[in-house]
Every structure is written in structure tokens, then in C-alpha cells.
């Protein structure tokens, strides 16, 4: 595909940014940015009302051009066309990924296997409006006919971080006398701690899960199930729970009726799965108007992502620059710090869109790989992460390339508290980019009135080397429209990752080995089955707990 034996990193695209990058290691920003009055407009882009400047990275026009180069290698245009219009590209699974379908506004056909999806889509979608509105109008009421206040996802993984990080960033639109919750871990802790403060009169729990056999969800949601049952009946069920799932067998078997159930389907990923009716919290809470903002600005970013050539293409260029430190910088992080609390689970989410769609170690022609693939991917909002990890962004041995988040305006504009944090936010990229030299250092301590000793133990220790990368992504407000164009964006730029580095960013084999041996440990623990041969450590370990539960 690539060449003979297929491997990107033997390509001469490959190699040429390998030989570039030794040379740009030499350069500073802050010089460039000196030479250069119209770097940060050159590197820039705009979608909308959303805003990417990527200048402050350690690139030229130079880099830039062999990085689409290696992109126009990997045949990332014709791979984005395939994934839009159905193809396979899941091949481990055999499934084509069509997110992009759920929040395709034009309603233009989309074929898997033969057949439009979208009367399918716009069925179910119309099934979220009715339900939404109707628990939101107090119309769909519990089983002793109060309104639903009490709204709980169960769900863990993709059915749990995409609707719980966008109900949080939406969290302005909510119904005042609605509150959201959401129970994901196995650990009983997550389960009792929602469950006290609940009544089950006006409660609803909506199991999301695209298999039906997660056992943190299906234990989860038993114990949910039992709770509700021990209070009102089990006449109650259909009242309070309602599924989100493509397996109809498992929800009847669950106790779930199929009138309750919001279908979707194999073509959507767990971790994609938010526009769907994996979605059906975030209409609840944001109001259903929300919901198809939300799949708006998607489809906006789409449309961007399909037309817009590479080097004006905002997934691509992002992707692109991760790819660009990840293997020819060997920088194996990258942060994302959204300045807005709203946007608090926006790390969290993208830890599961990023690393599991790009850890992998094998390429889609079954070749084990020899590069880097998806970066260790963390953050958390600023200014709170200022006072944790920044300052290793600033002072740490190596780089950690950063992703800035900023919106212009807040929801809550009150007194000097966002110009304080629009502050914060762009003295941060500066700072990073710009660093402190030793001898600024010392001339800062000098006119302090230090002594030439003093100055001389402590210049070091204020210095800062700079030069340390980051993308500054600026909206107007994050409102729903935005909040799609920004989960968008970051698919995208995680799907041309995946392009680039030759794997299948659909499928998650690396989560099922720990799920085999969980299962193999669980009646050992519970004393049912005789224990089997582990390794030393898992044997004691487990000797250990038992001994201990005693
Ligand atoms: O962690 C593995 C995984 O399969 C994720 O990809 C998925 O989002 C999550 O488990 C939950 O799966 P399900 O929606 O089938 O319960």
C-alpha cells in the first residue's frame, strides 16, 4: 500500500521529515516569530466562529509542506472519502464507521451494504425528540405519575464519557428542577453514592450500551433495577428504565421492554457514539433544540473536514503536528486544558477518543509497527491545572505539546473572573513558546536588587528554555453548535492519526485480555471455582484479598 512492504516509516515523506526535523530542532519560535511578521496569520485557520492558530509551533512552511506531503502518502483524502461514504475501514471488525451519518443534516442517502441509512437515523432520532421533550414536559412520568426530575445514565466507556463530559459542558441550557447523574464504575462506591441521594418516584435511569454485556453496566444497572423494584414493583420498570443499545435480544432478556429502547447500530463506534441516541441524556438535559445544535456544528465541522484542502484542513493540520512530535520529536504526551469549566471531562473523554483508537502496535496490512502511534493524552481546565502539572510543561527536561481551549465569552460573566482567566490562558501560550533566558533571568533579579551571588545561585532555577508547542483553539462561546465543531474536530484529527500511522482507529482489542482474566479471577475470588495457576504475584495477590475479606 505504502510501498513495498506497506510501512509508512520506510517512505521518503517519511524519512525527508526525519532529516527536517533534526534542522527545526535548532530553531526557536520566538525567533521565528521575530522573522516573520505574518506567522501567526499564516498559520491559522477559521470554521465558523472558531478559531485555530497553530503558529506557535516549532514549524515553517517547509515543515508544513513535507508533513502534507507524508499525508498525501498515506492517501488521508481518500480515506476520508471512504469513511464518509461507508467503506470498511473498520477491517478487524468488518464494519464501515459512520458517525458522521448520525449528524449528516443534508439527509443525502448514505449506503451500508446497499442500503440508505438515514431513514433508519432520522427514525430514532425523531424517537430522542418525542422521549426528550416528553420527560422534560413532565408528560413521560414515573410509574405513580411524578415527573422525572432524576435523570441516570448507566453506562461506561464511550456510553459514558461522551454524553457525561457534553451534559456537564451544557450544563447552562438544563431544566432548573433536573438533575443529571452518571453511574459508570463497577465500583459498588459510584452505584450507593447516585442511589442515596435518589427517590425512585421521580427517577429515570437510561442504560446505555452498545453490546448489553458490559458487566460494569449490567451489573450496574441490576442493582439500579433491584433498587427501584424493592420501592415501587416491578410494574415500575417500564416507567424508569429505558435502554440505548444495538443488541434488542439482550435488553428483553435484561428485563427491558423494546418499546423502551433507543436503537443504534454496528457502523458507530462506542467511542463515536455520542450523536446517537447514546446522546438521549444530553437531549434531556440541553433540550432537544441542543441536541441538533450539537449534531450541526458536527456536521459543519464535516463538511470542512471532507472539502477543505489539507493544508487548510483543521483535523488534518492538527493531526498532522501530533504526528510531527510524536515521531520525528519523540515526544510521547500531549495535553488538552480547555479554559472553561463547563468543558471540566473534556480531557477524559478525549483520553478514550485519542488512546483507544490510536494505541495499537499492529497496521492494517497485519505488520507488527516500529514507530510511535497515539501520544499519552491528559489534561484537565485551566487555571486549576496551572497549579499542578504546568510546571513540568515549563520546566520538565522535554516538551509536552499543548492544546488550548478558550472561550471568548462565558456563560457567567461576572466581574473580572474570565478576563482574569483570557489572561491566564494566552500569558500560558506565550510563556511556553517565549520562555525566560538565563541572562533575563538574571537581569529580572538584578533589578530586583539581588546581590551577584544571589543572581548567580537562583538564574538557573528561573529560566525557562520555551520553545514548547501549543494549538490555541478560540471560540466565541461554547455553546452546542461549538461543542460539536470542537468533539468533531478532535475525531477527525484522531481518524487522520490513524491514517497516517497505517491502524484501524475503530476497533479496541488491547481492552479484552484484562476482561478474560477478570473473569477467570471472579470465582477463584468468590471461592466457587478452585484457583488456577497464575503467576506468583496474581496468586498471592489473591491469596491476599481473600485473607483479607475474611
Ligand atoms: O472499553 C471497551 C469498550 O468496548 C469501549 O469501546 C466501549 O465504549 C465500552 O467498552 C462500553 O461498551 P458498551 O457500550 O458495549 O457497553
Redesign the pocket.
Known sequence: MFGLNGDISKTRAWRKLGKYAQKMRKKQMRDMFAEDAKRAERFALQLDNMWLDYSKNIIDSKAMLYLLALAKKAKVEEKIKGMFTGDKINSTEKRAVLHTALRNRSNEPVYVEGENVMPEINRVLGKIKDFSEAVRLGKFTGHTGKKLTNIVNI?????DLGPKMAVEALRRYHLKDMNFYFISNIDGTATAEVLNKLSPENTLFIV???????IE?LTNARTCRKWLIDALGEAAVAKHFVAVSTNAEEVTKFGINVDNMFEFWDFV???YSMWSAIGLIIAIAAGFENFEKMLDGAYSMDNHFKSAPLGENMPVILALLSVWYNNFFGIRNHVVVPYDQYLTYLPAYLQ?LIM?SNGKFVDLENNFINYQTSPVIFGGAGTDVQHSFFQMLHQGTSFIPCDFIIPAISHNEIGEHHEILLANVLAQSEALMRGKTIAEAAAELRAKGKSEKEIADLKKYKSFRGNRPSNTIIFKKIDAYALGQLVALYEHKTFVEGVIWNINSFD?MG?ELGKQMALKILPELQGEAAEQAHDASTNRLIQLVKRLRK
Do not use: A, L, N, Y
Open positions: 453506562g461506561i466507556g464511550g456510553s446505555c450500551s452498545k453490546t448489553f454485556t458490559t453496566t463506534g462506542g467511542r478514550q483507544e479496541q481492552v
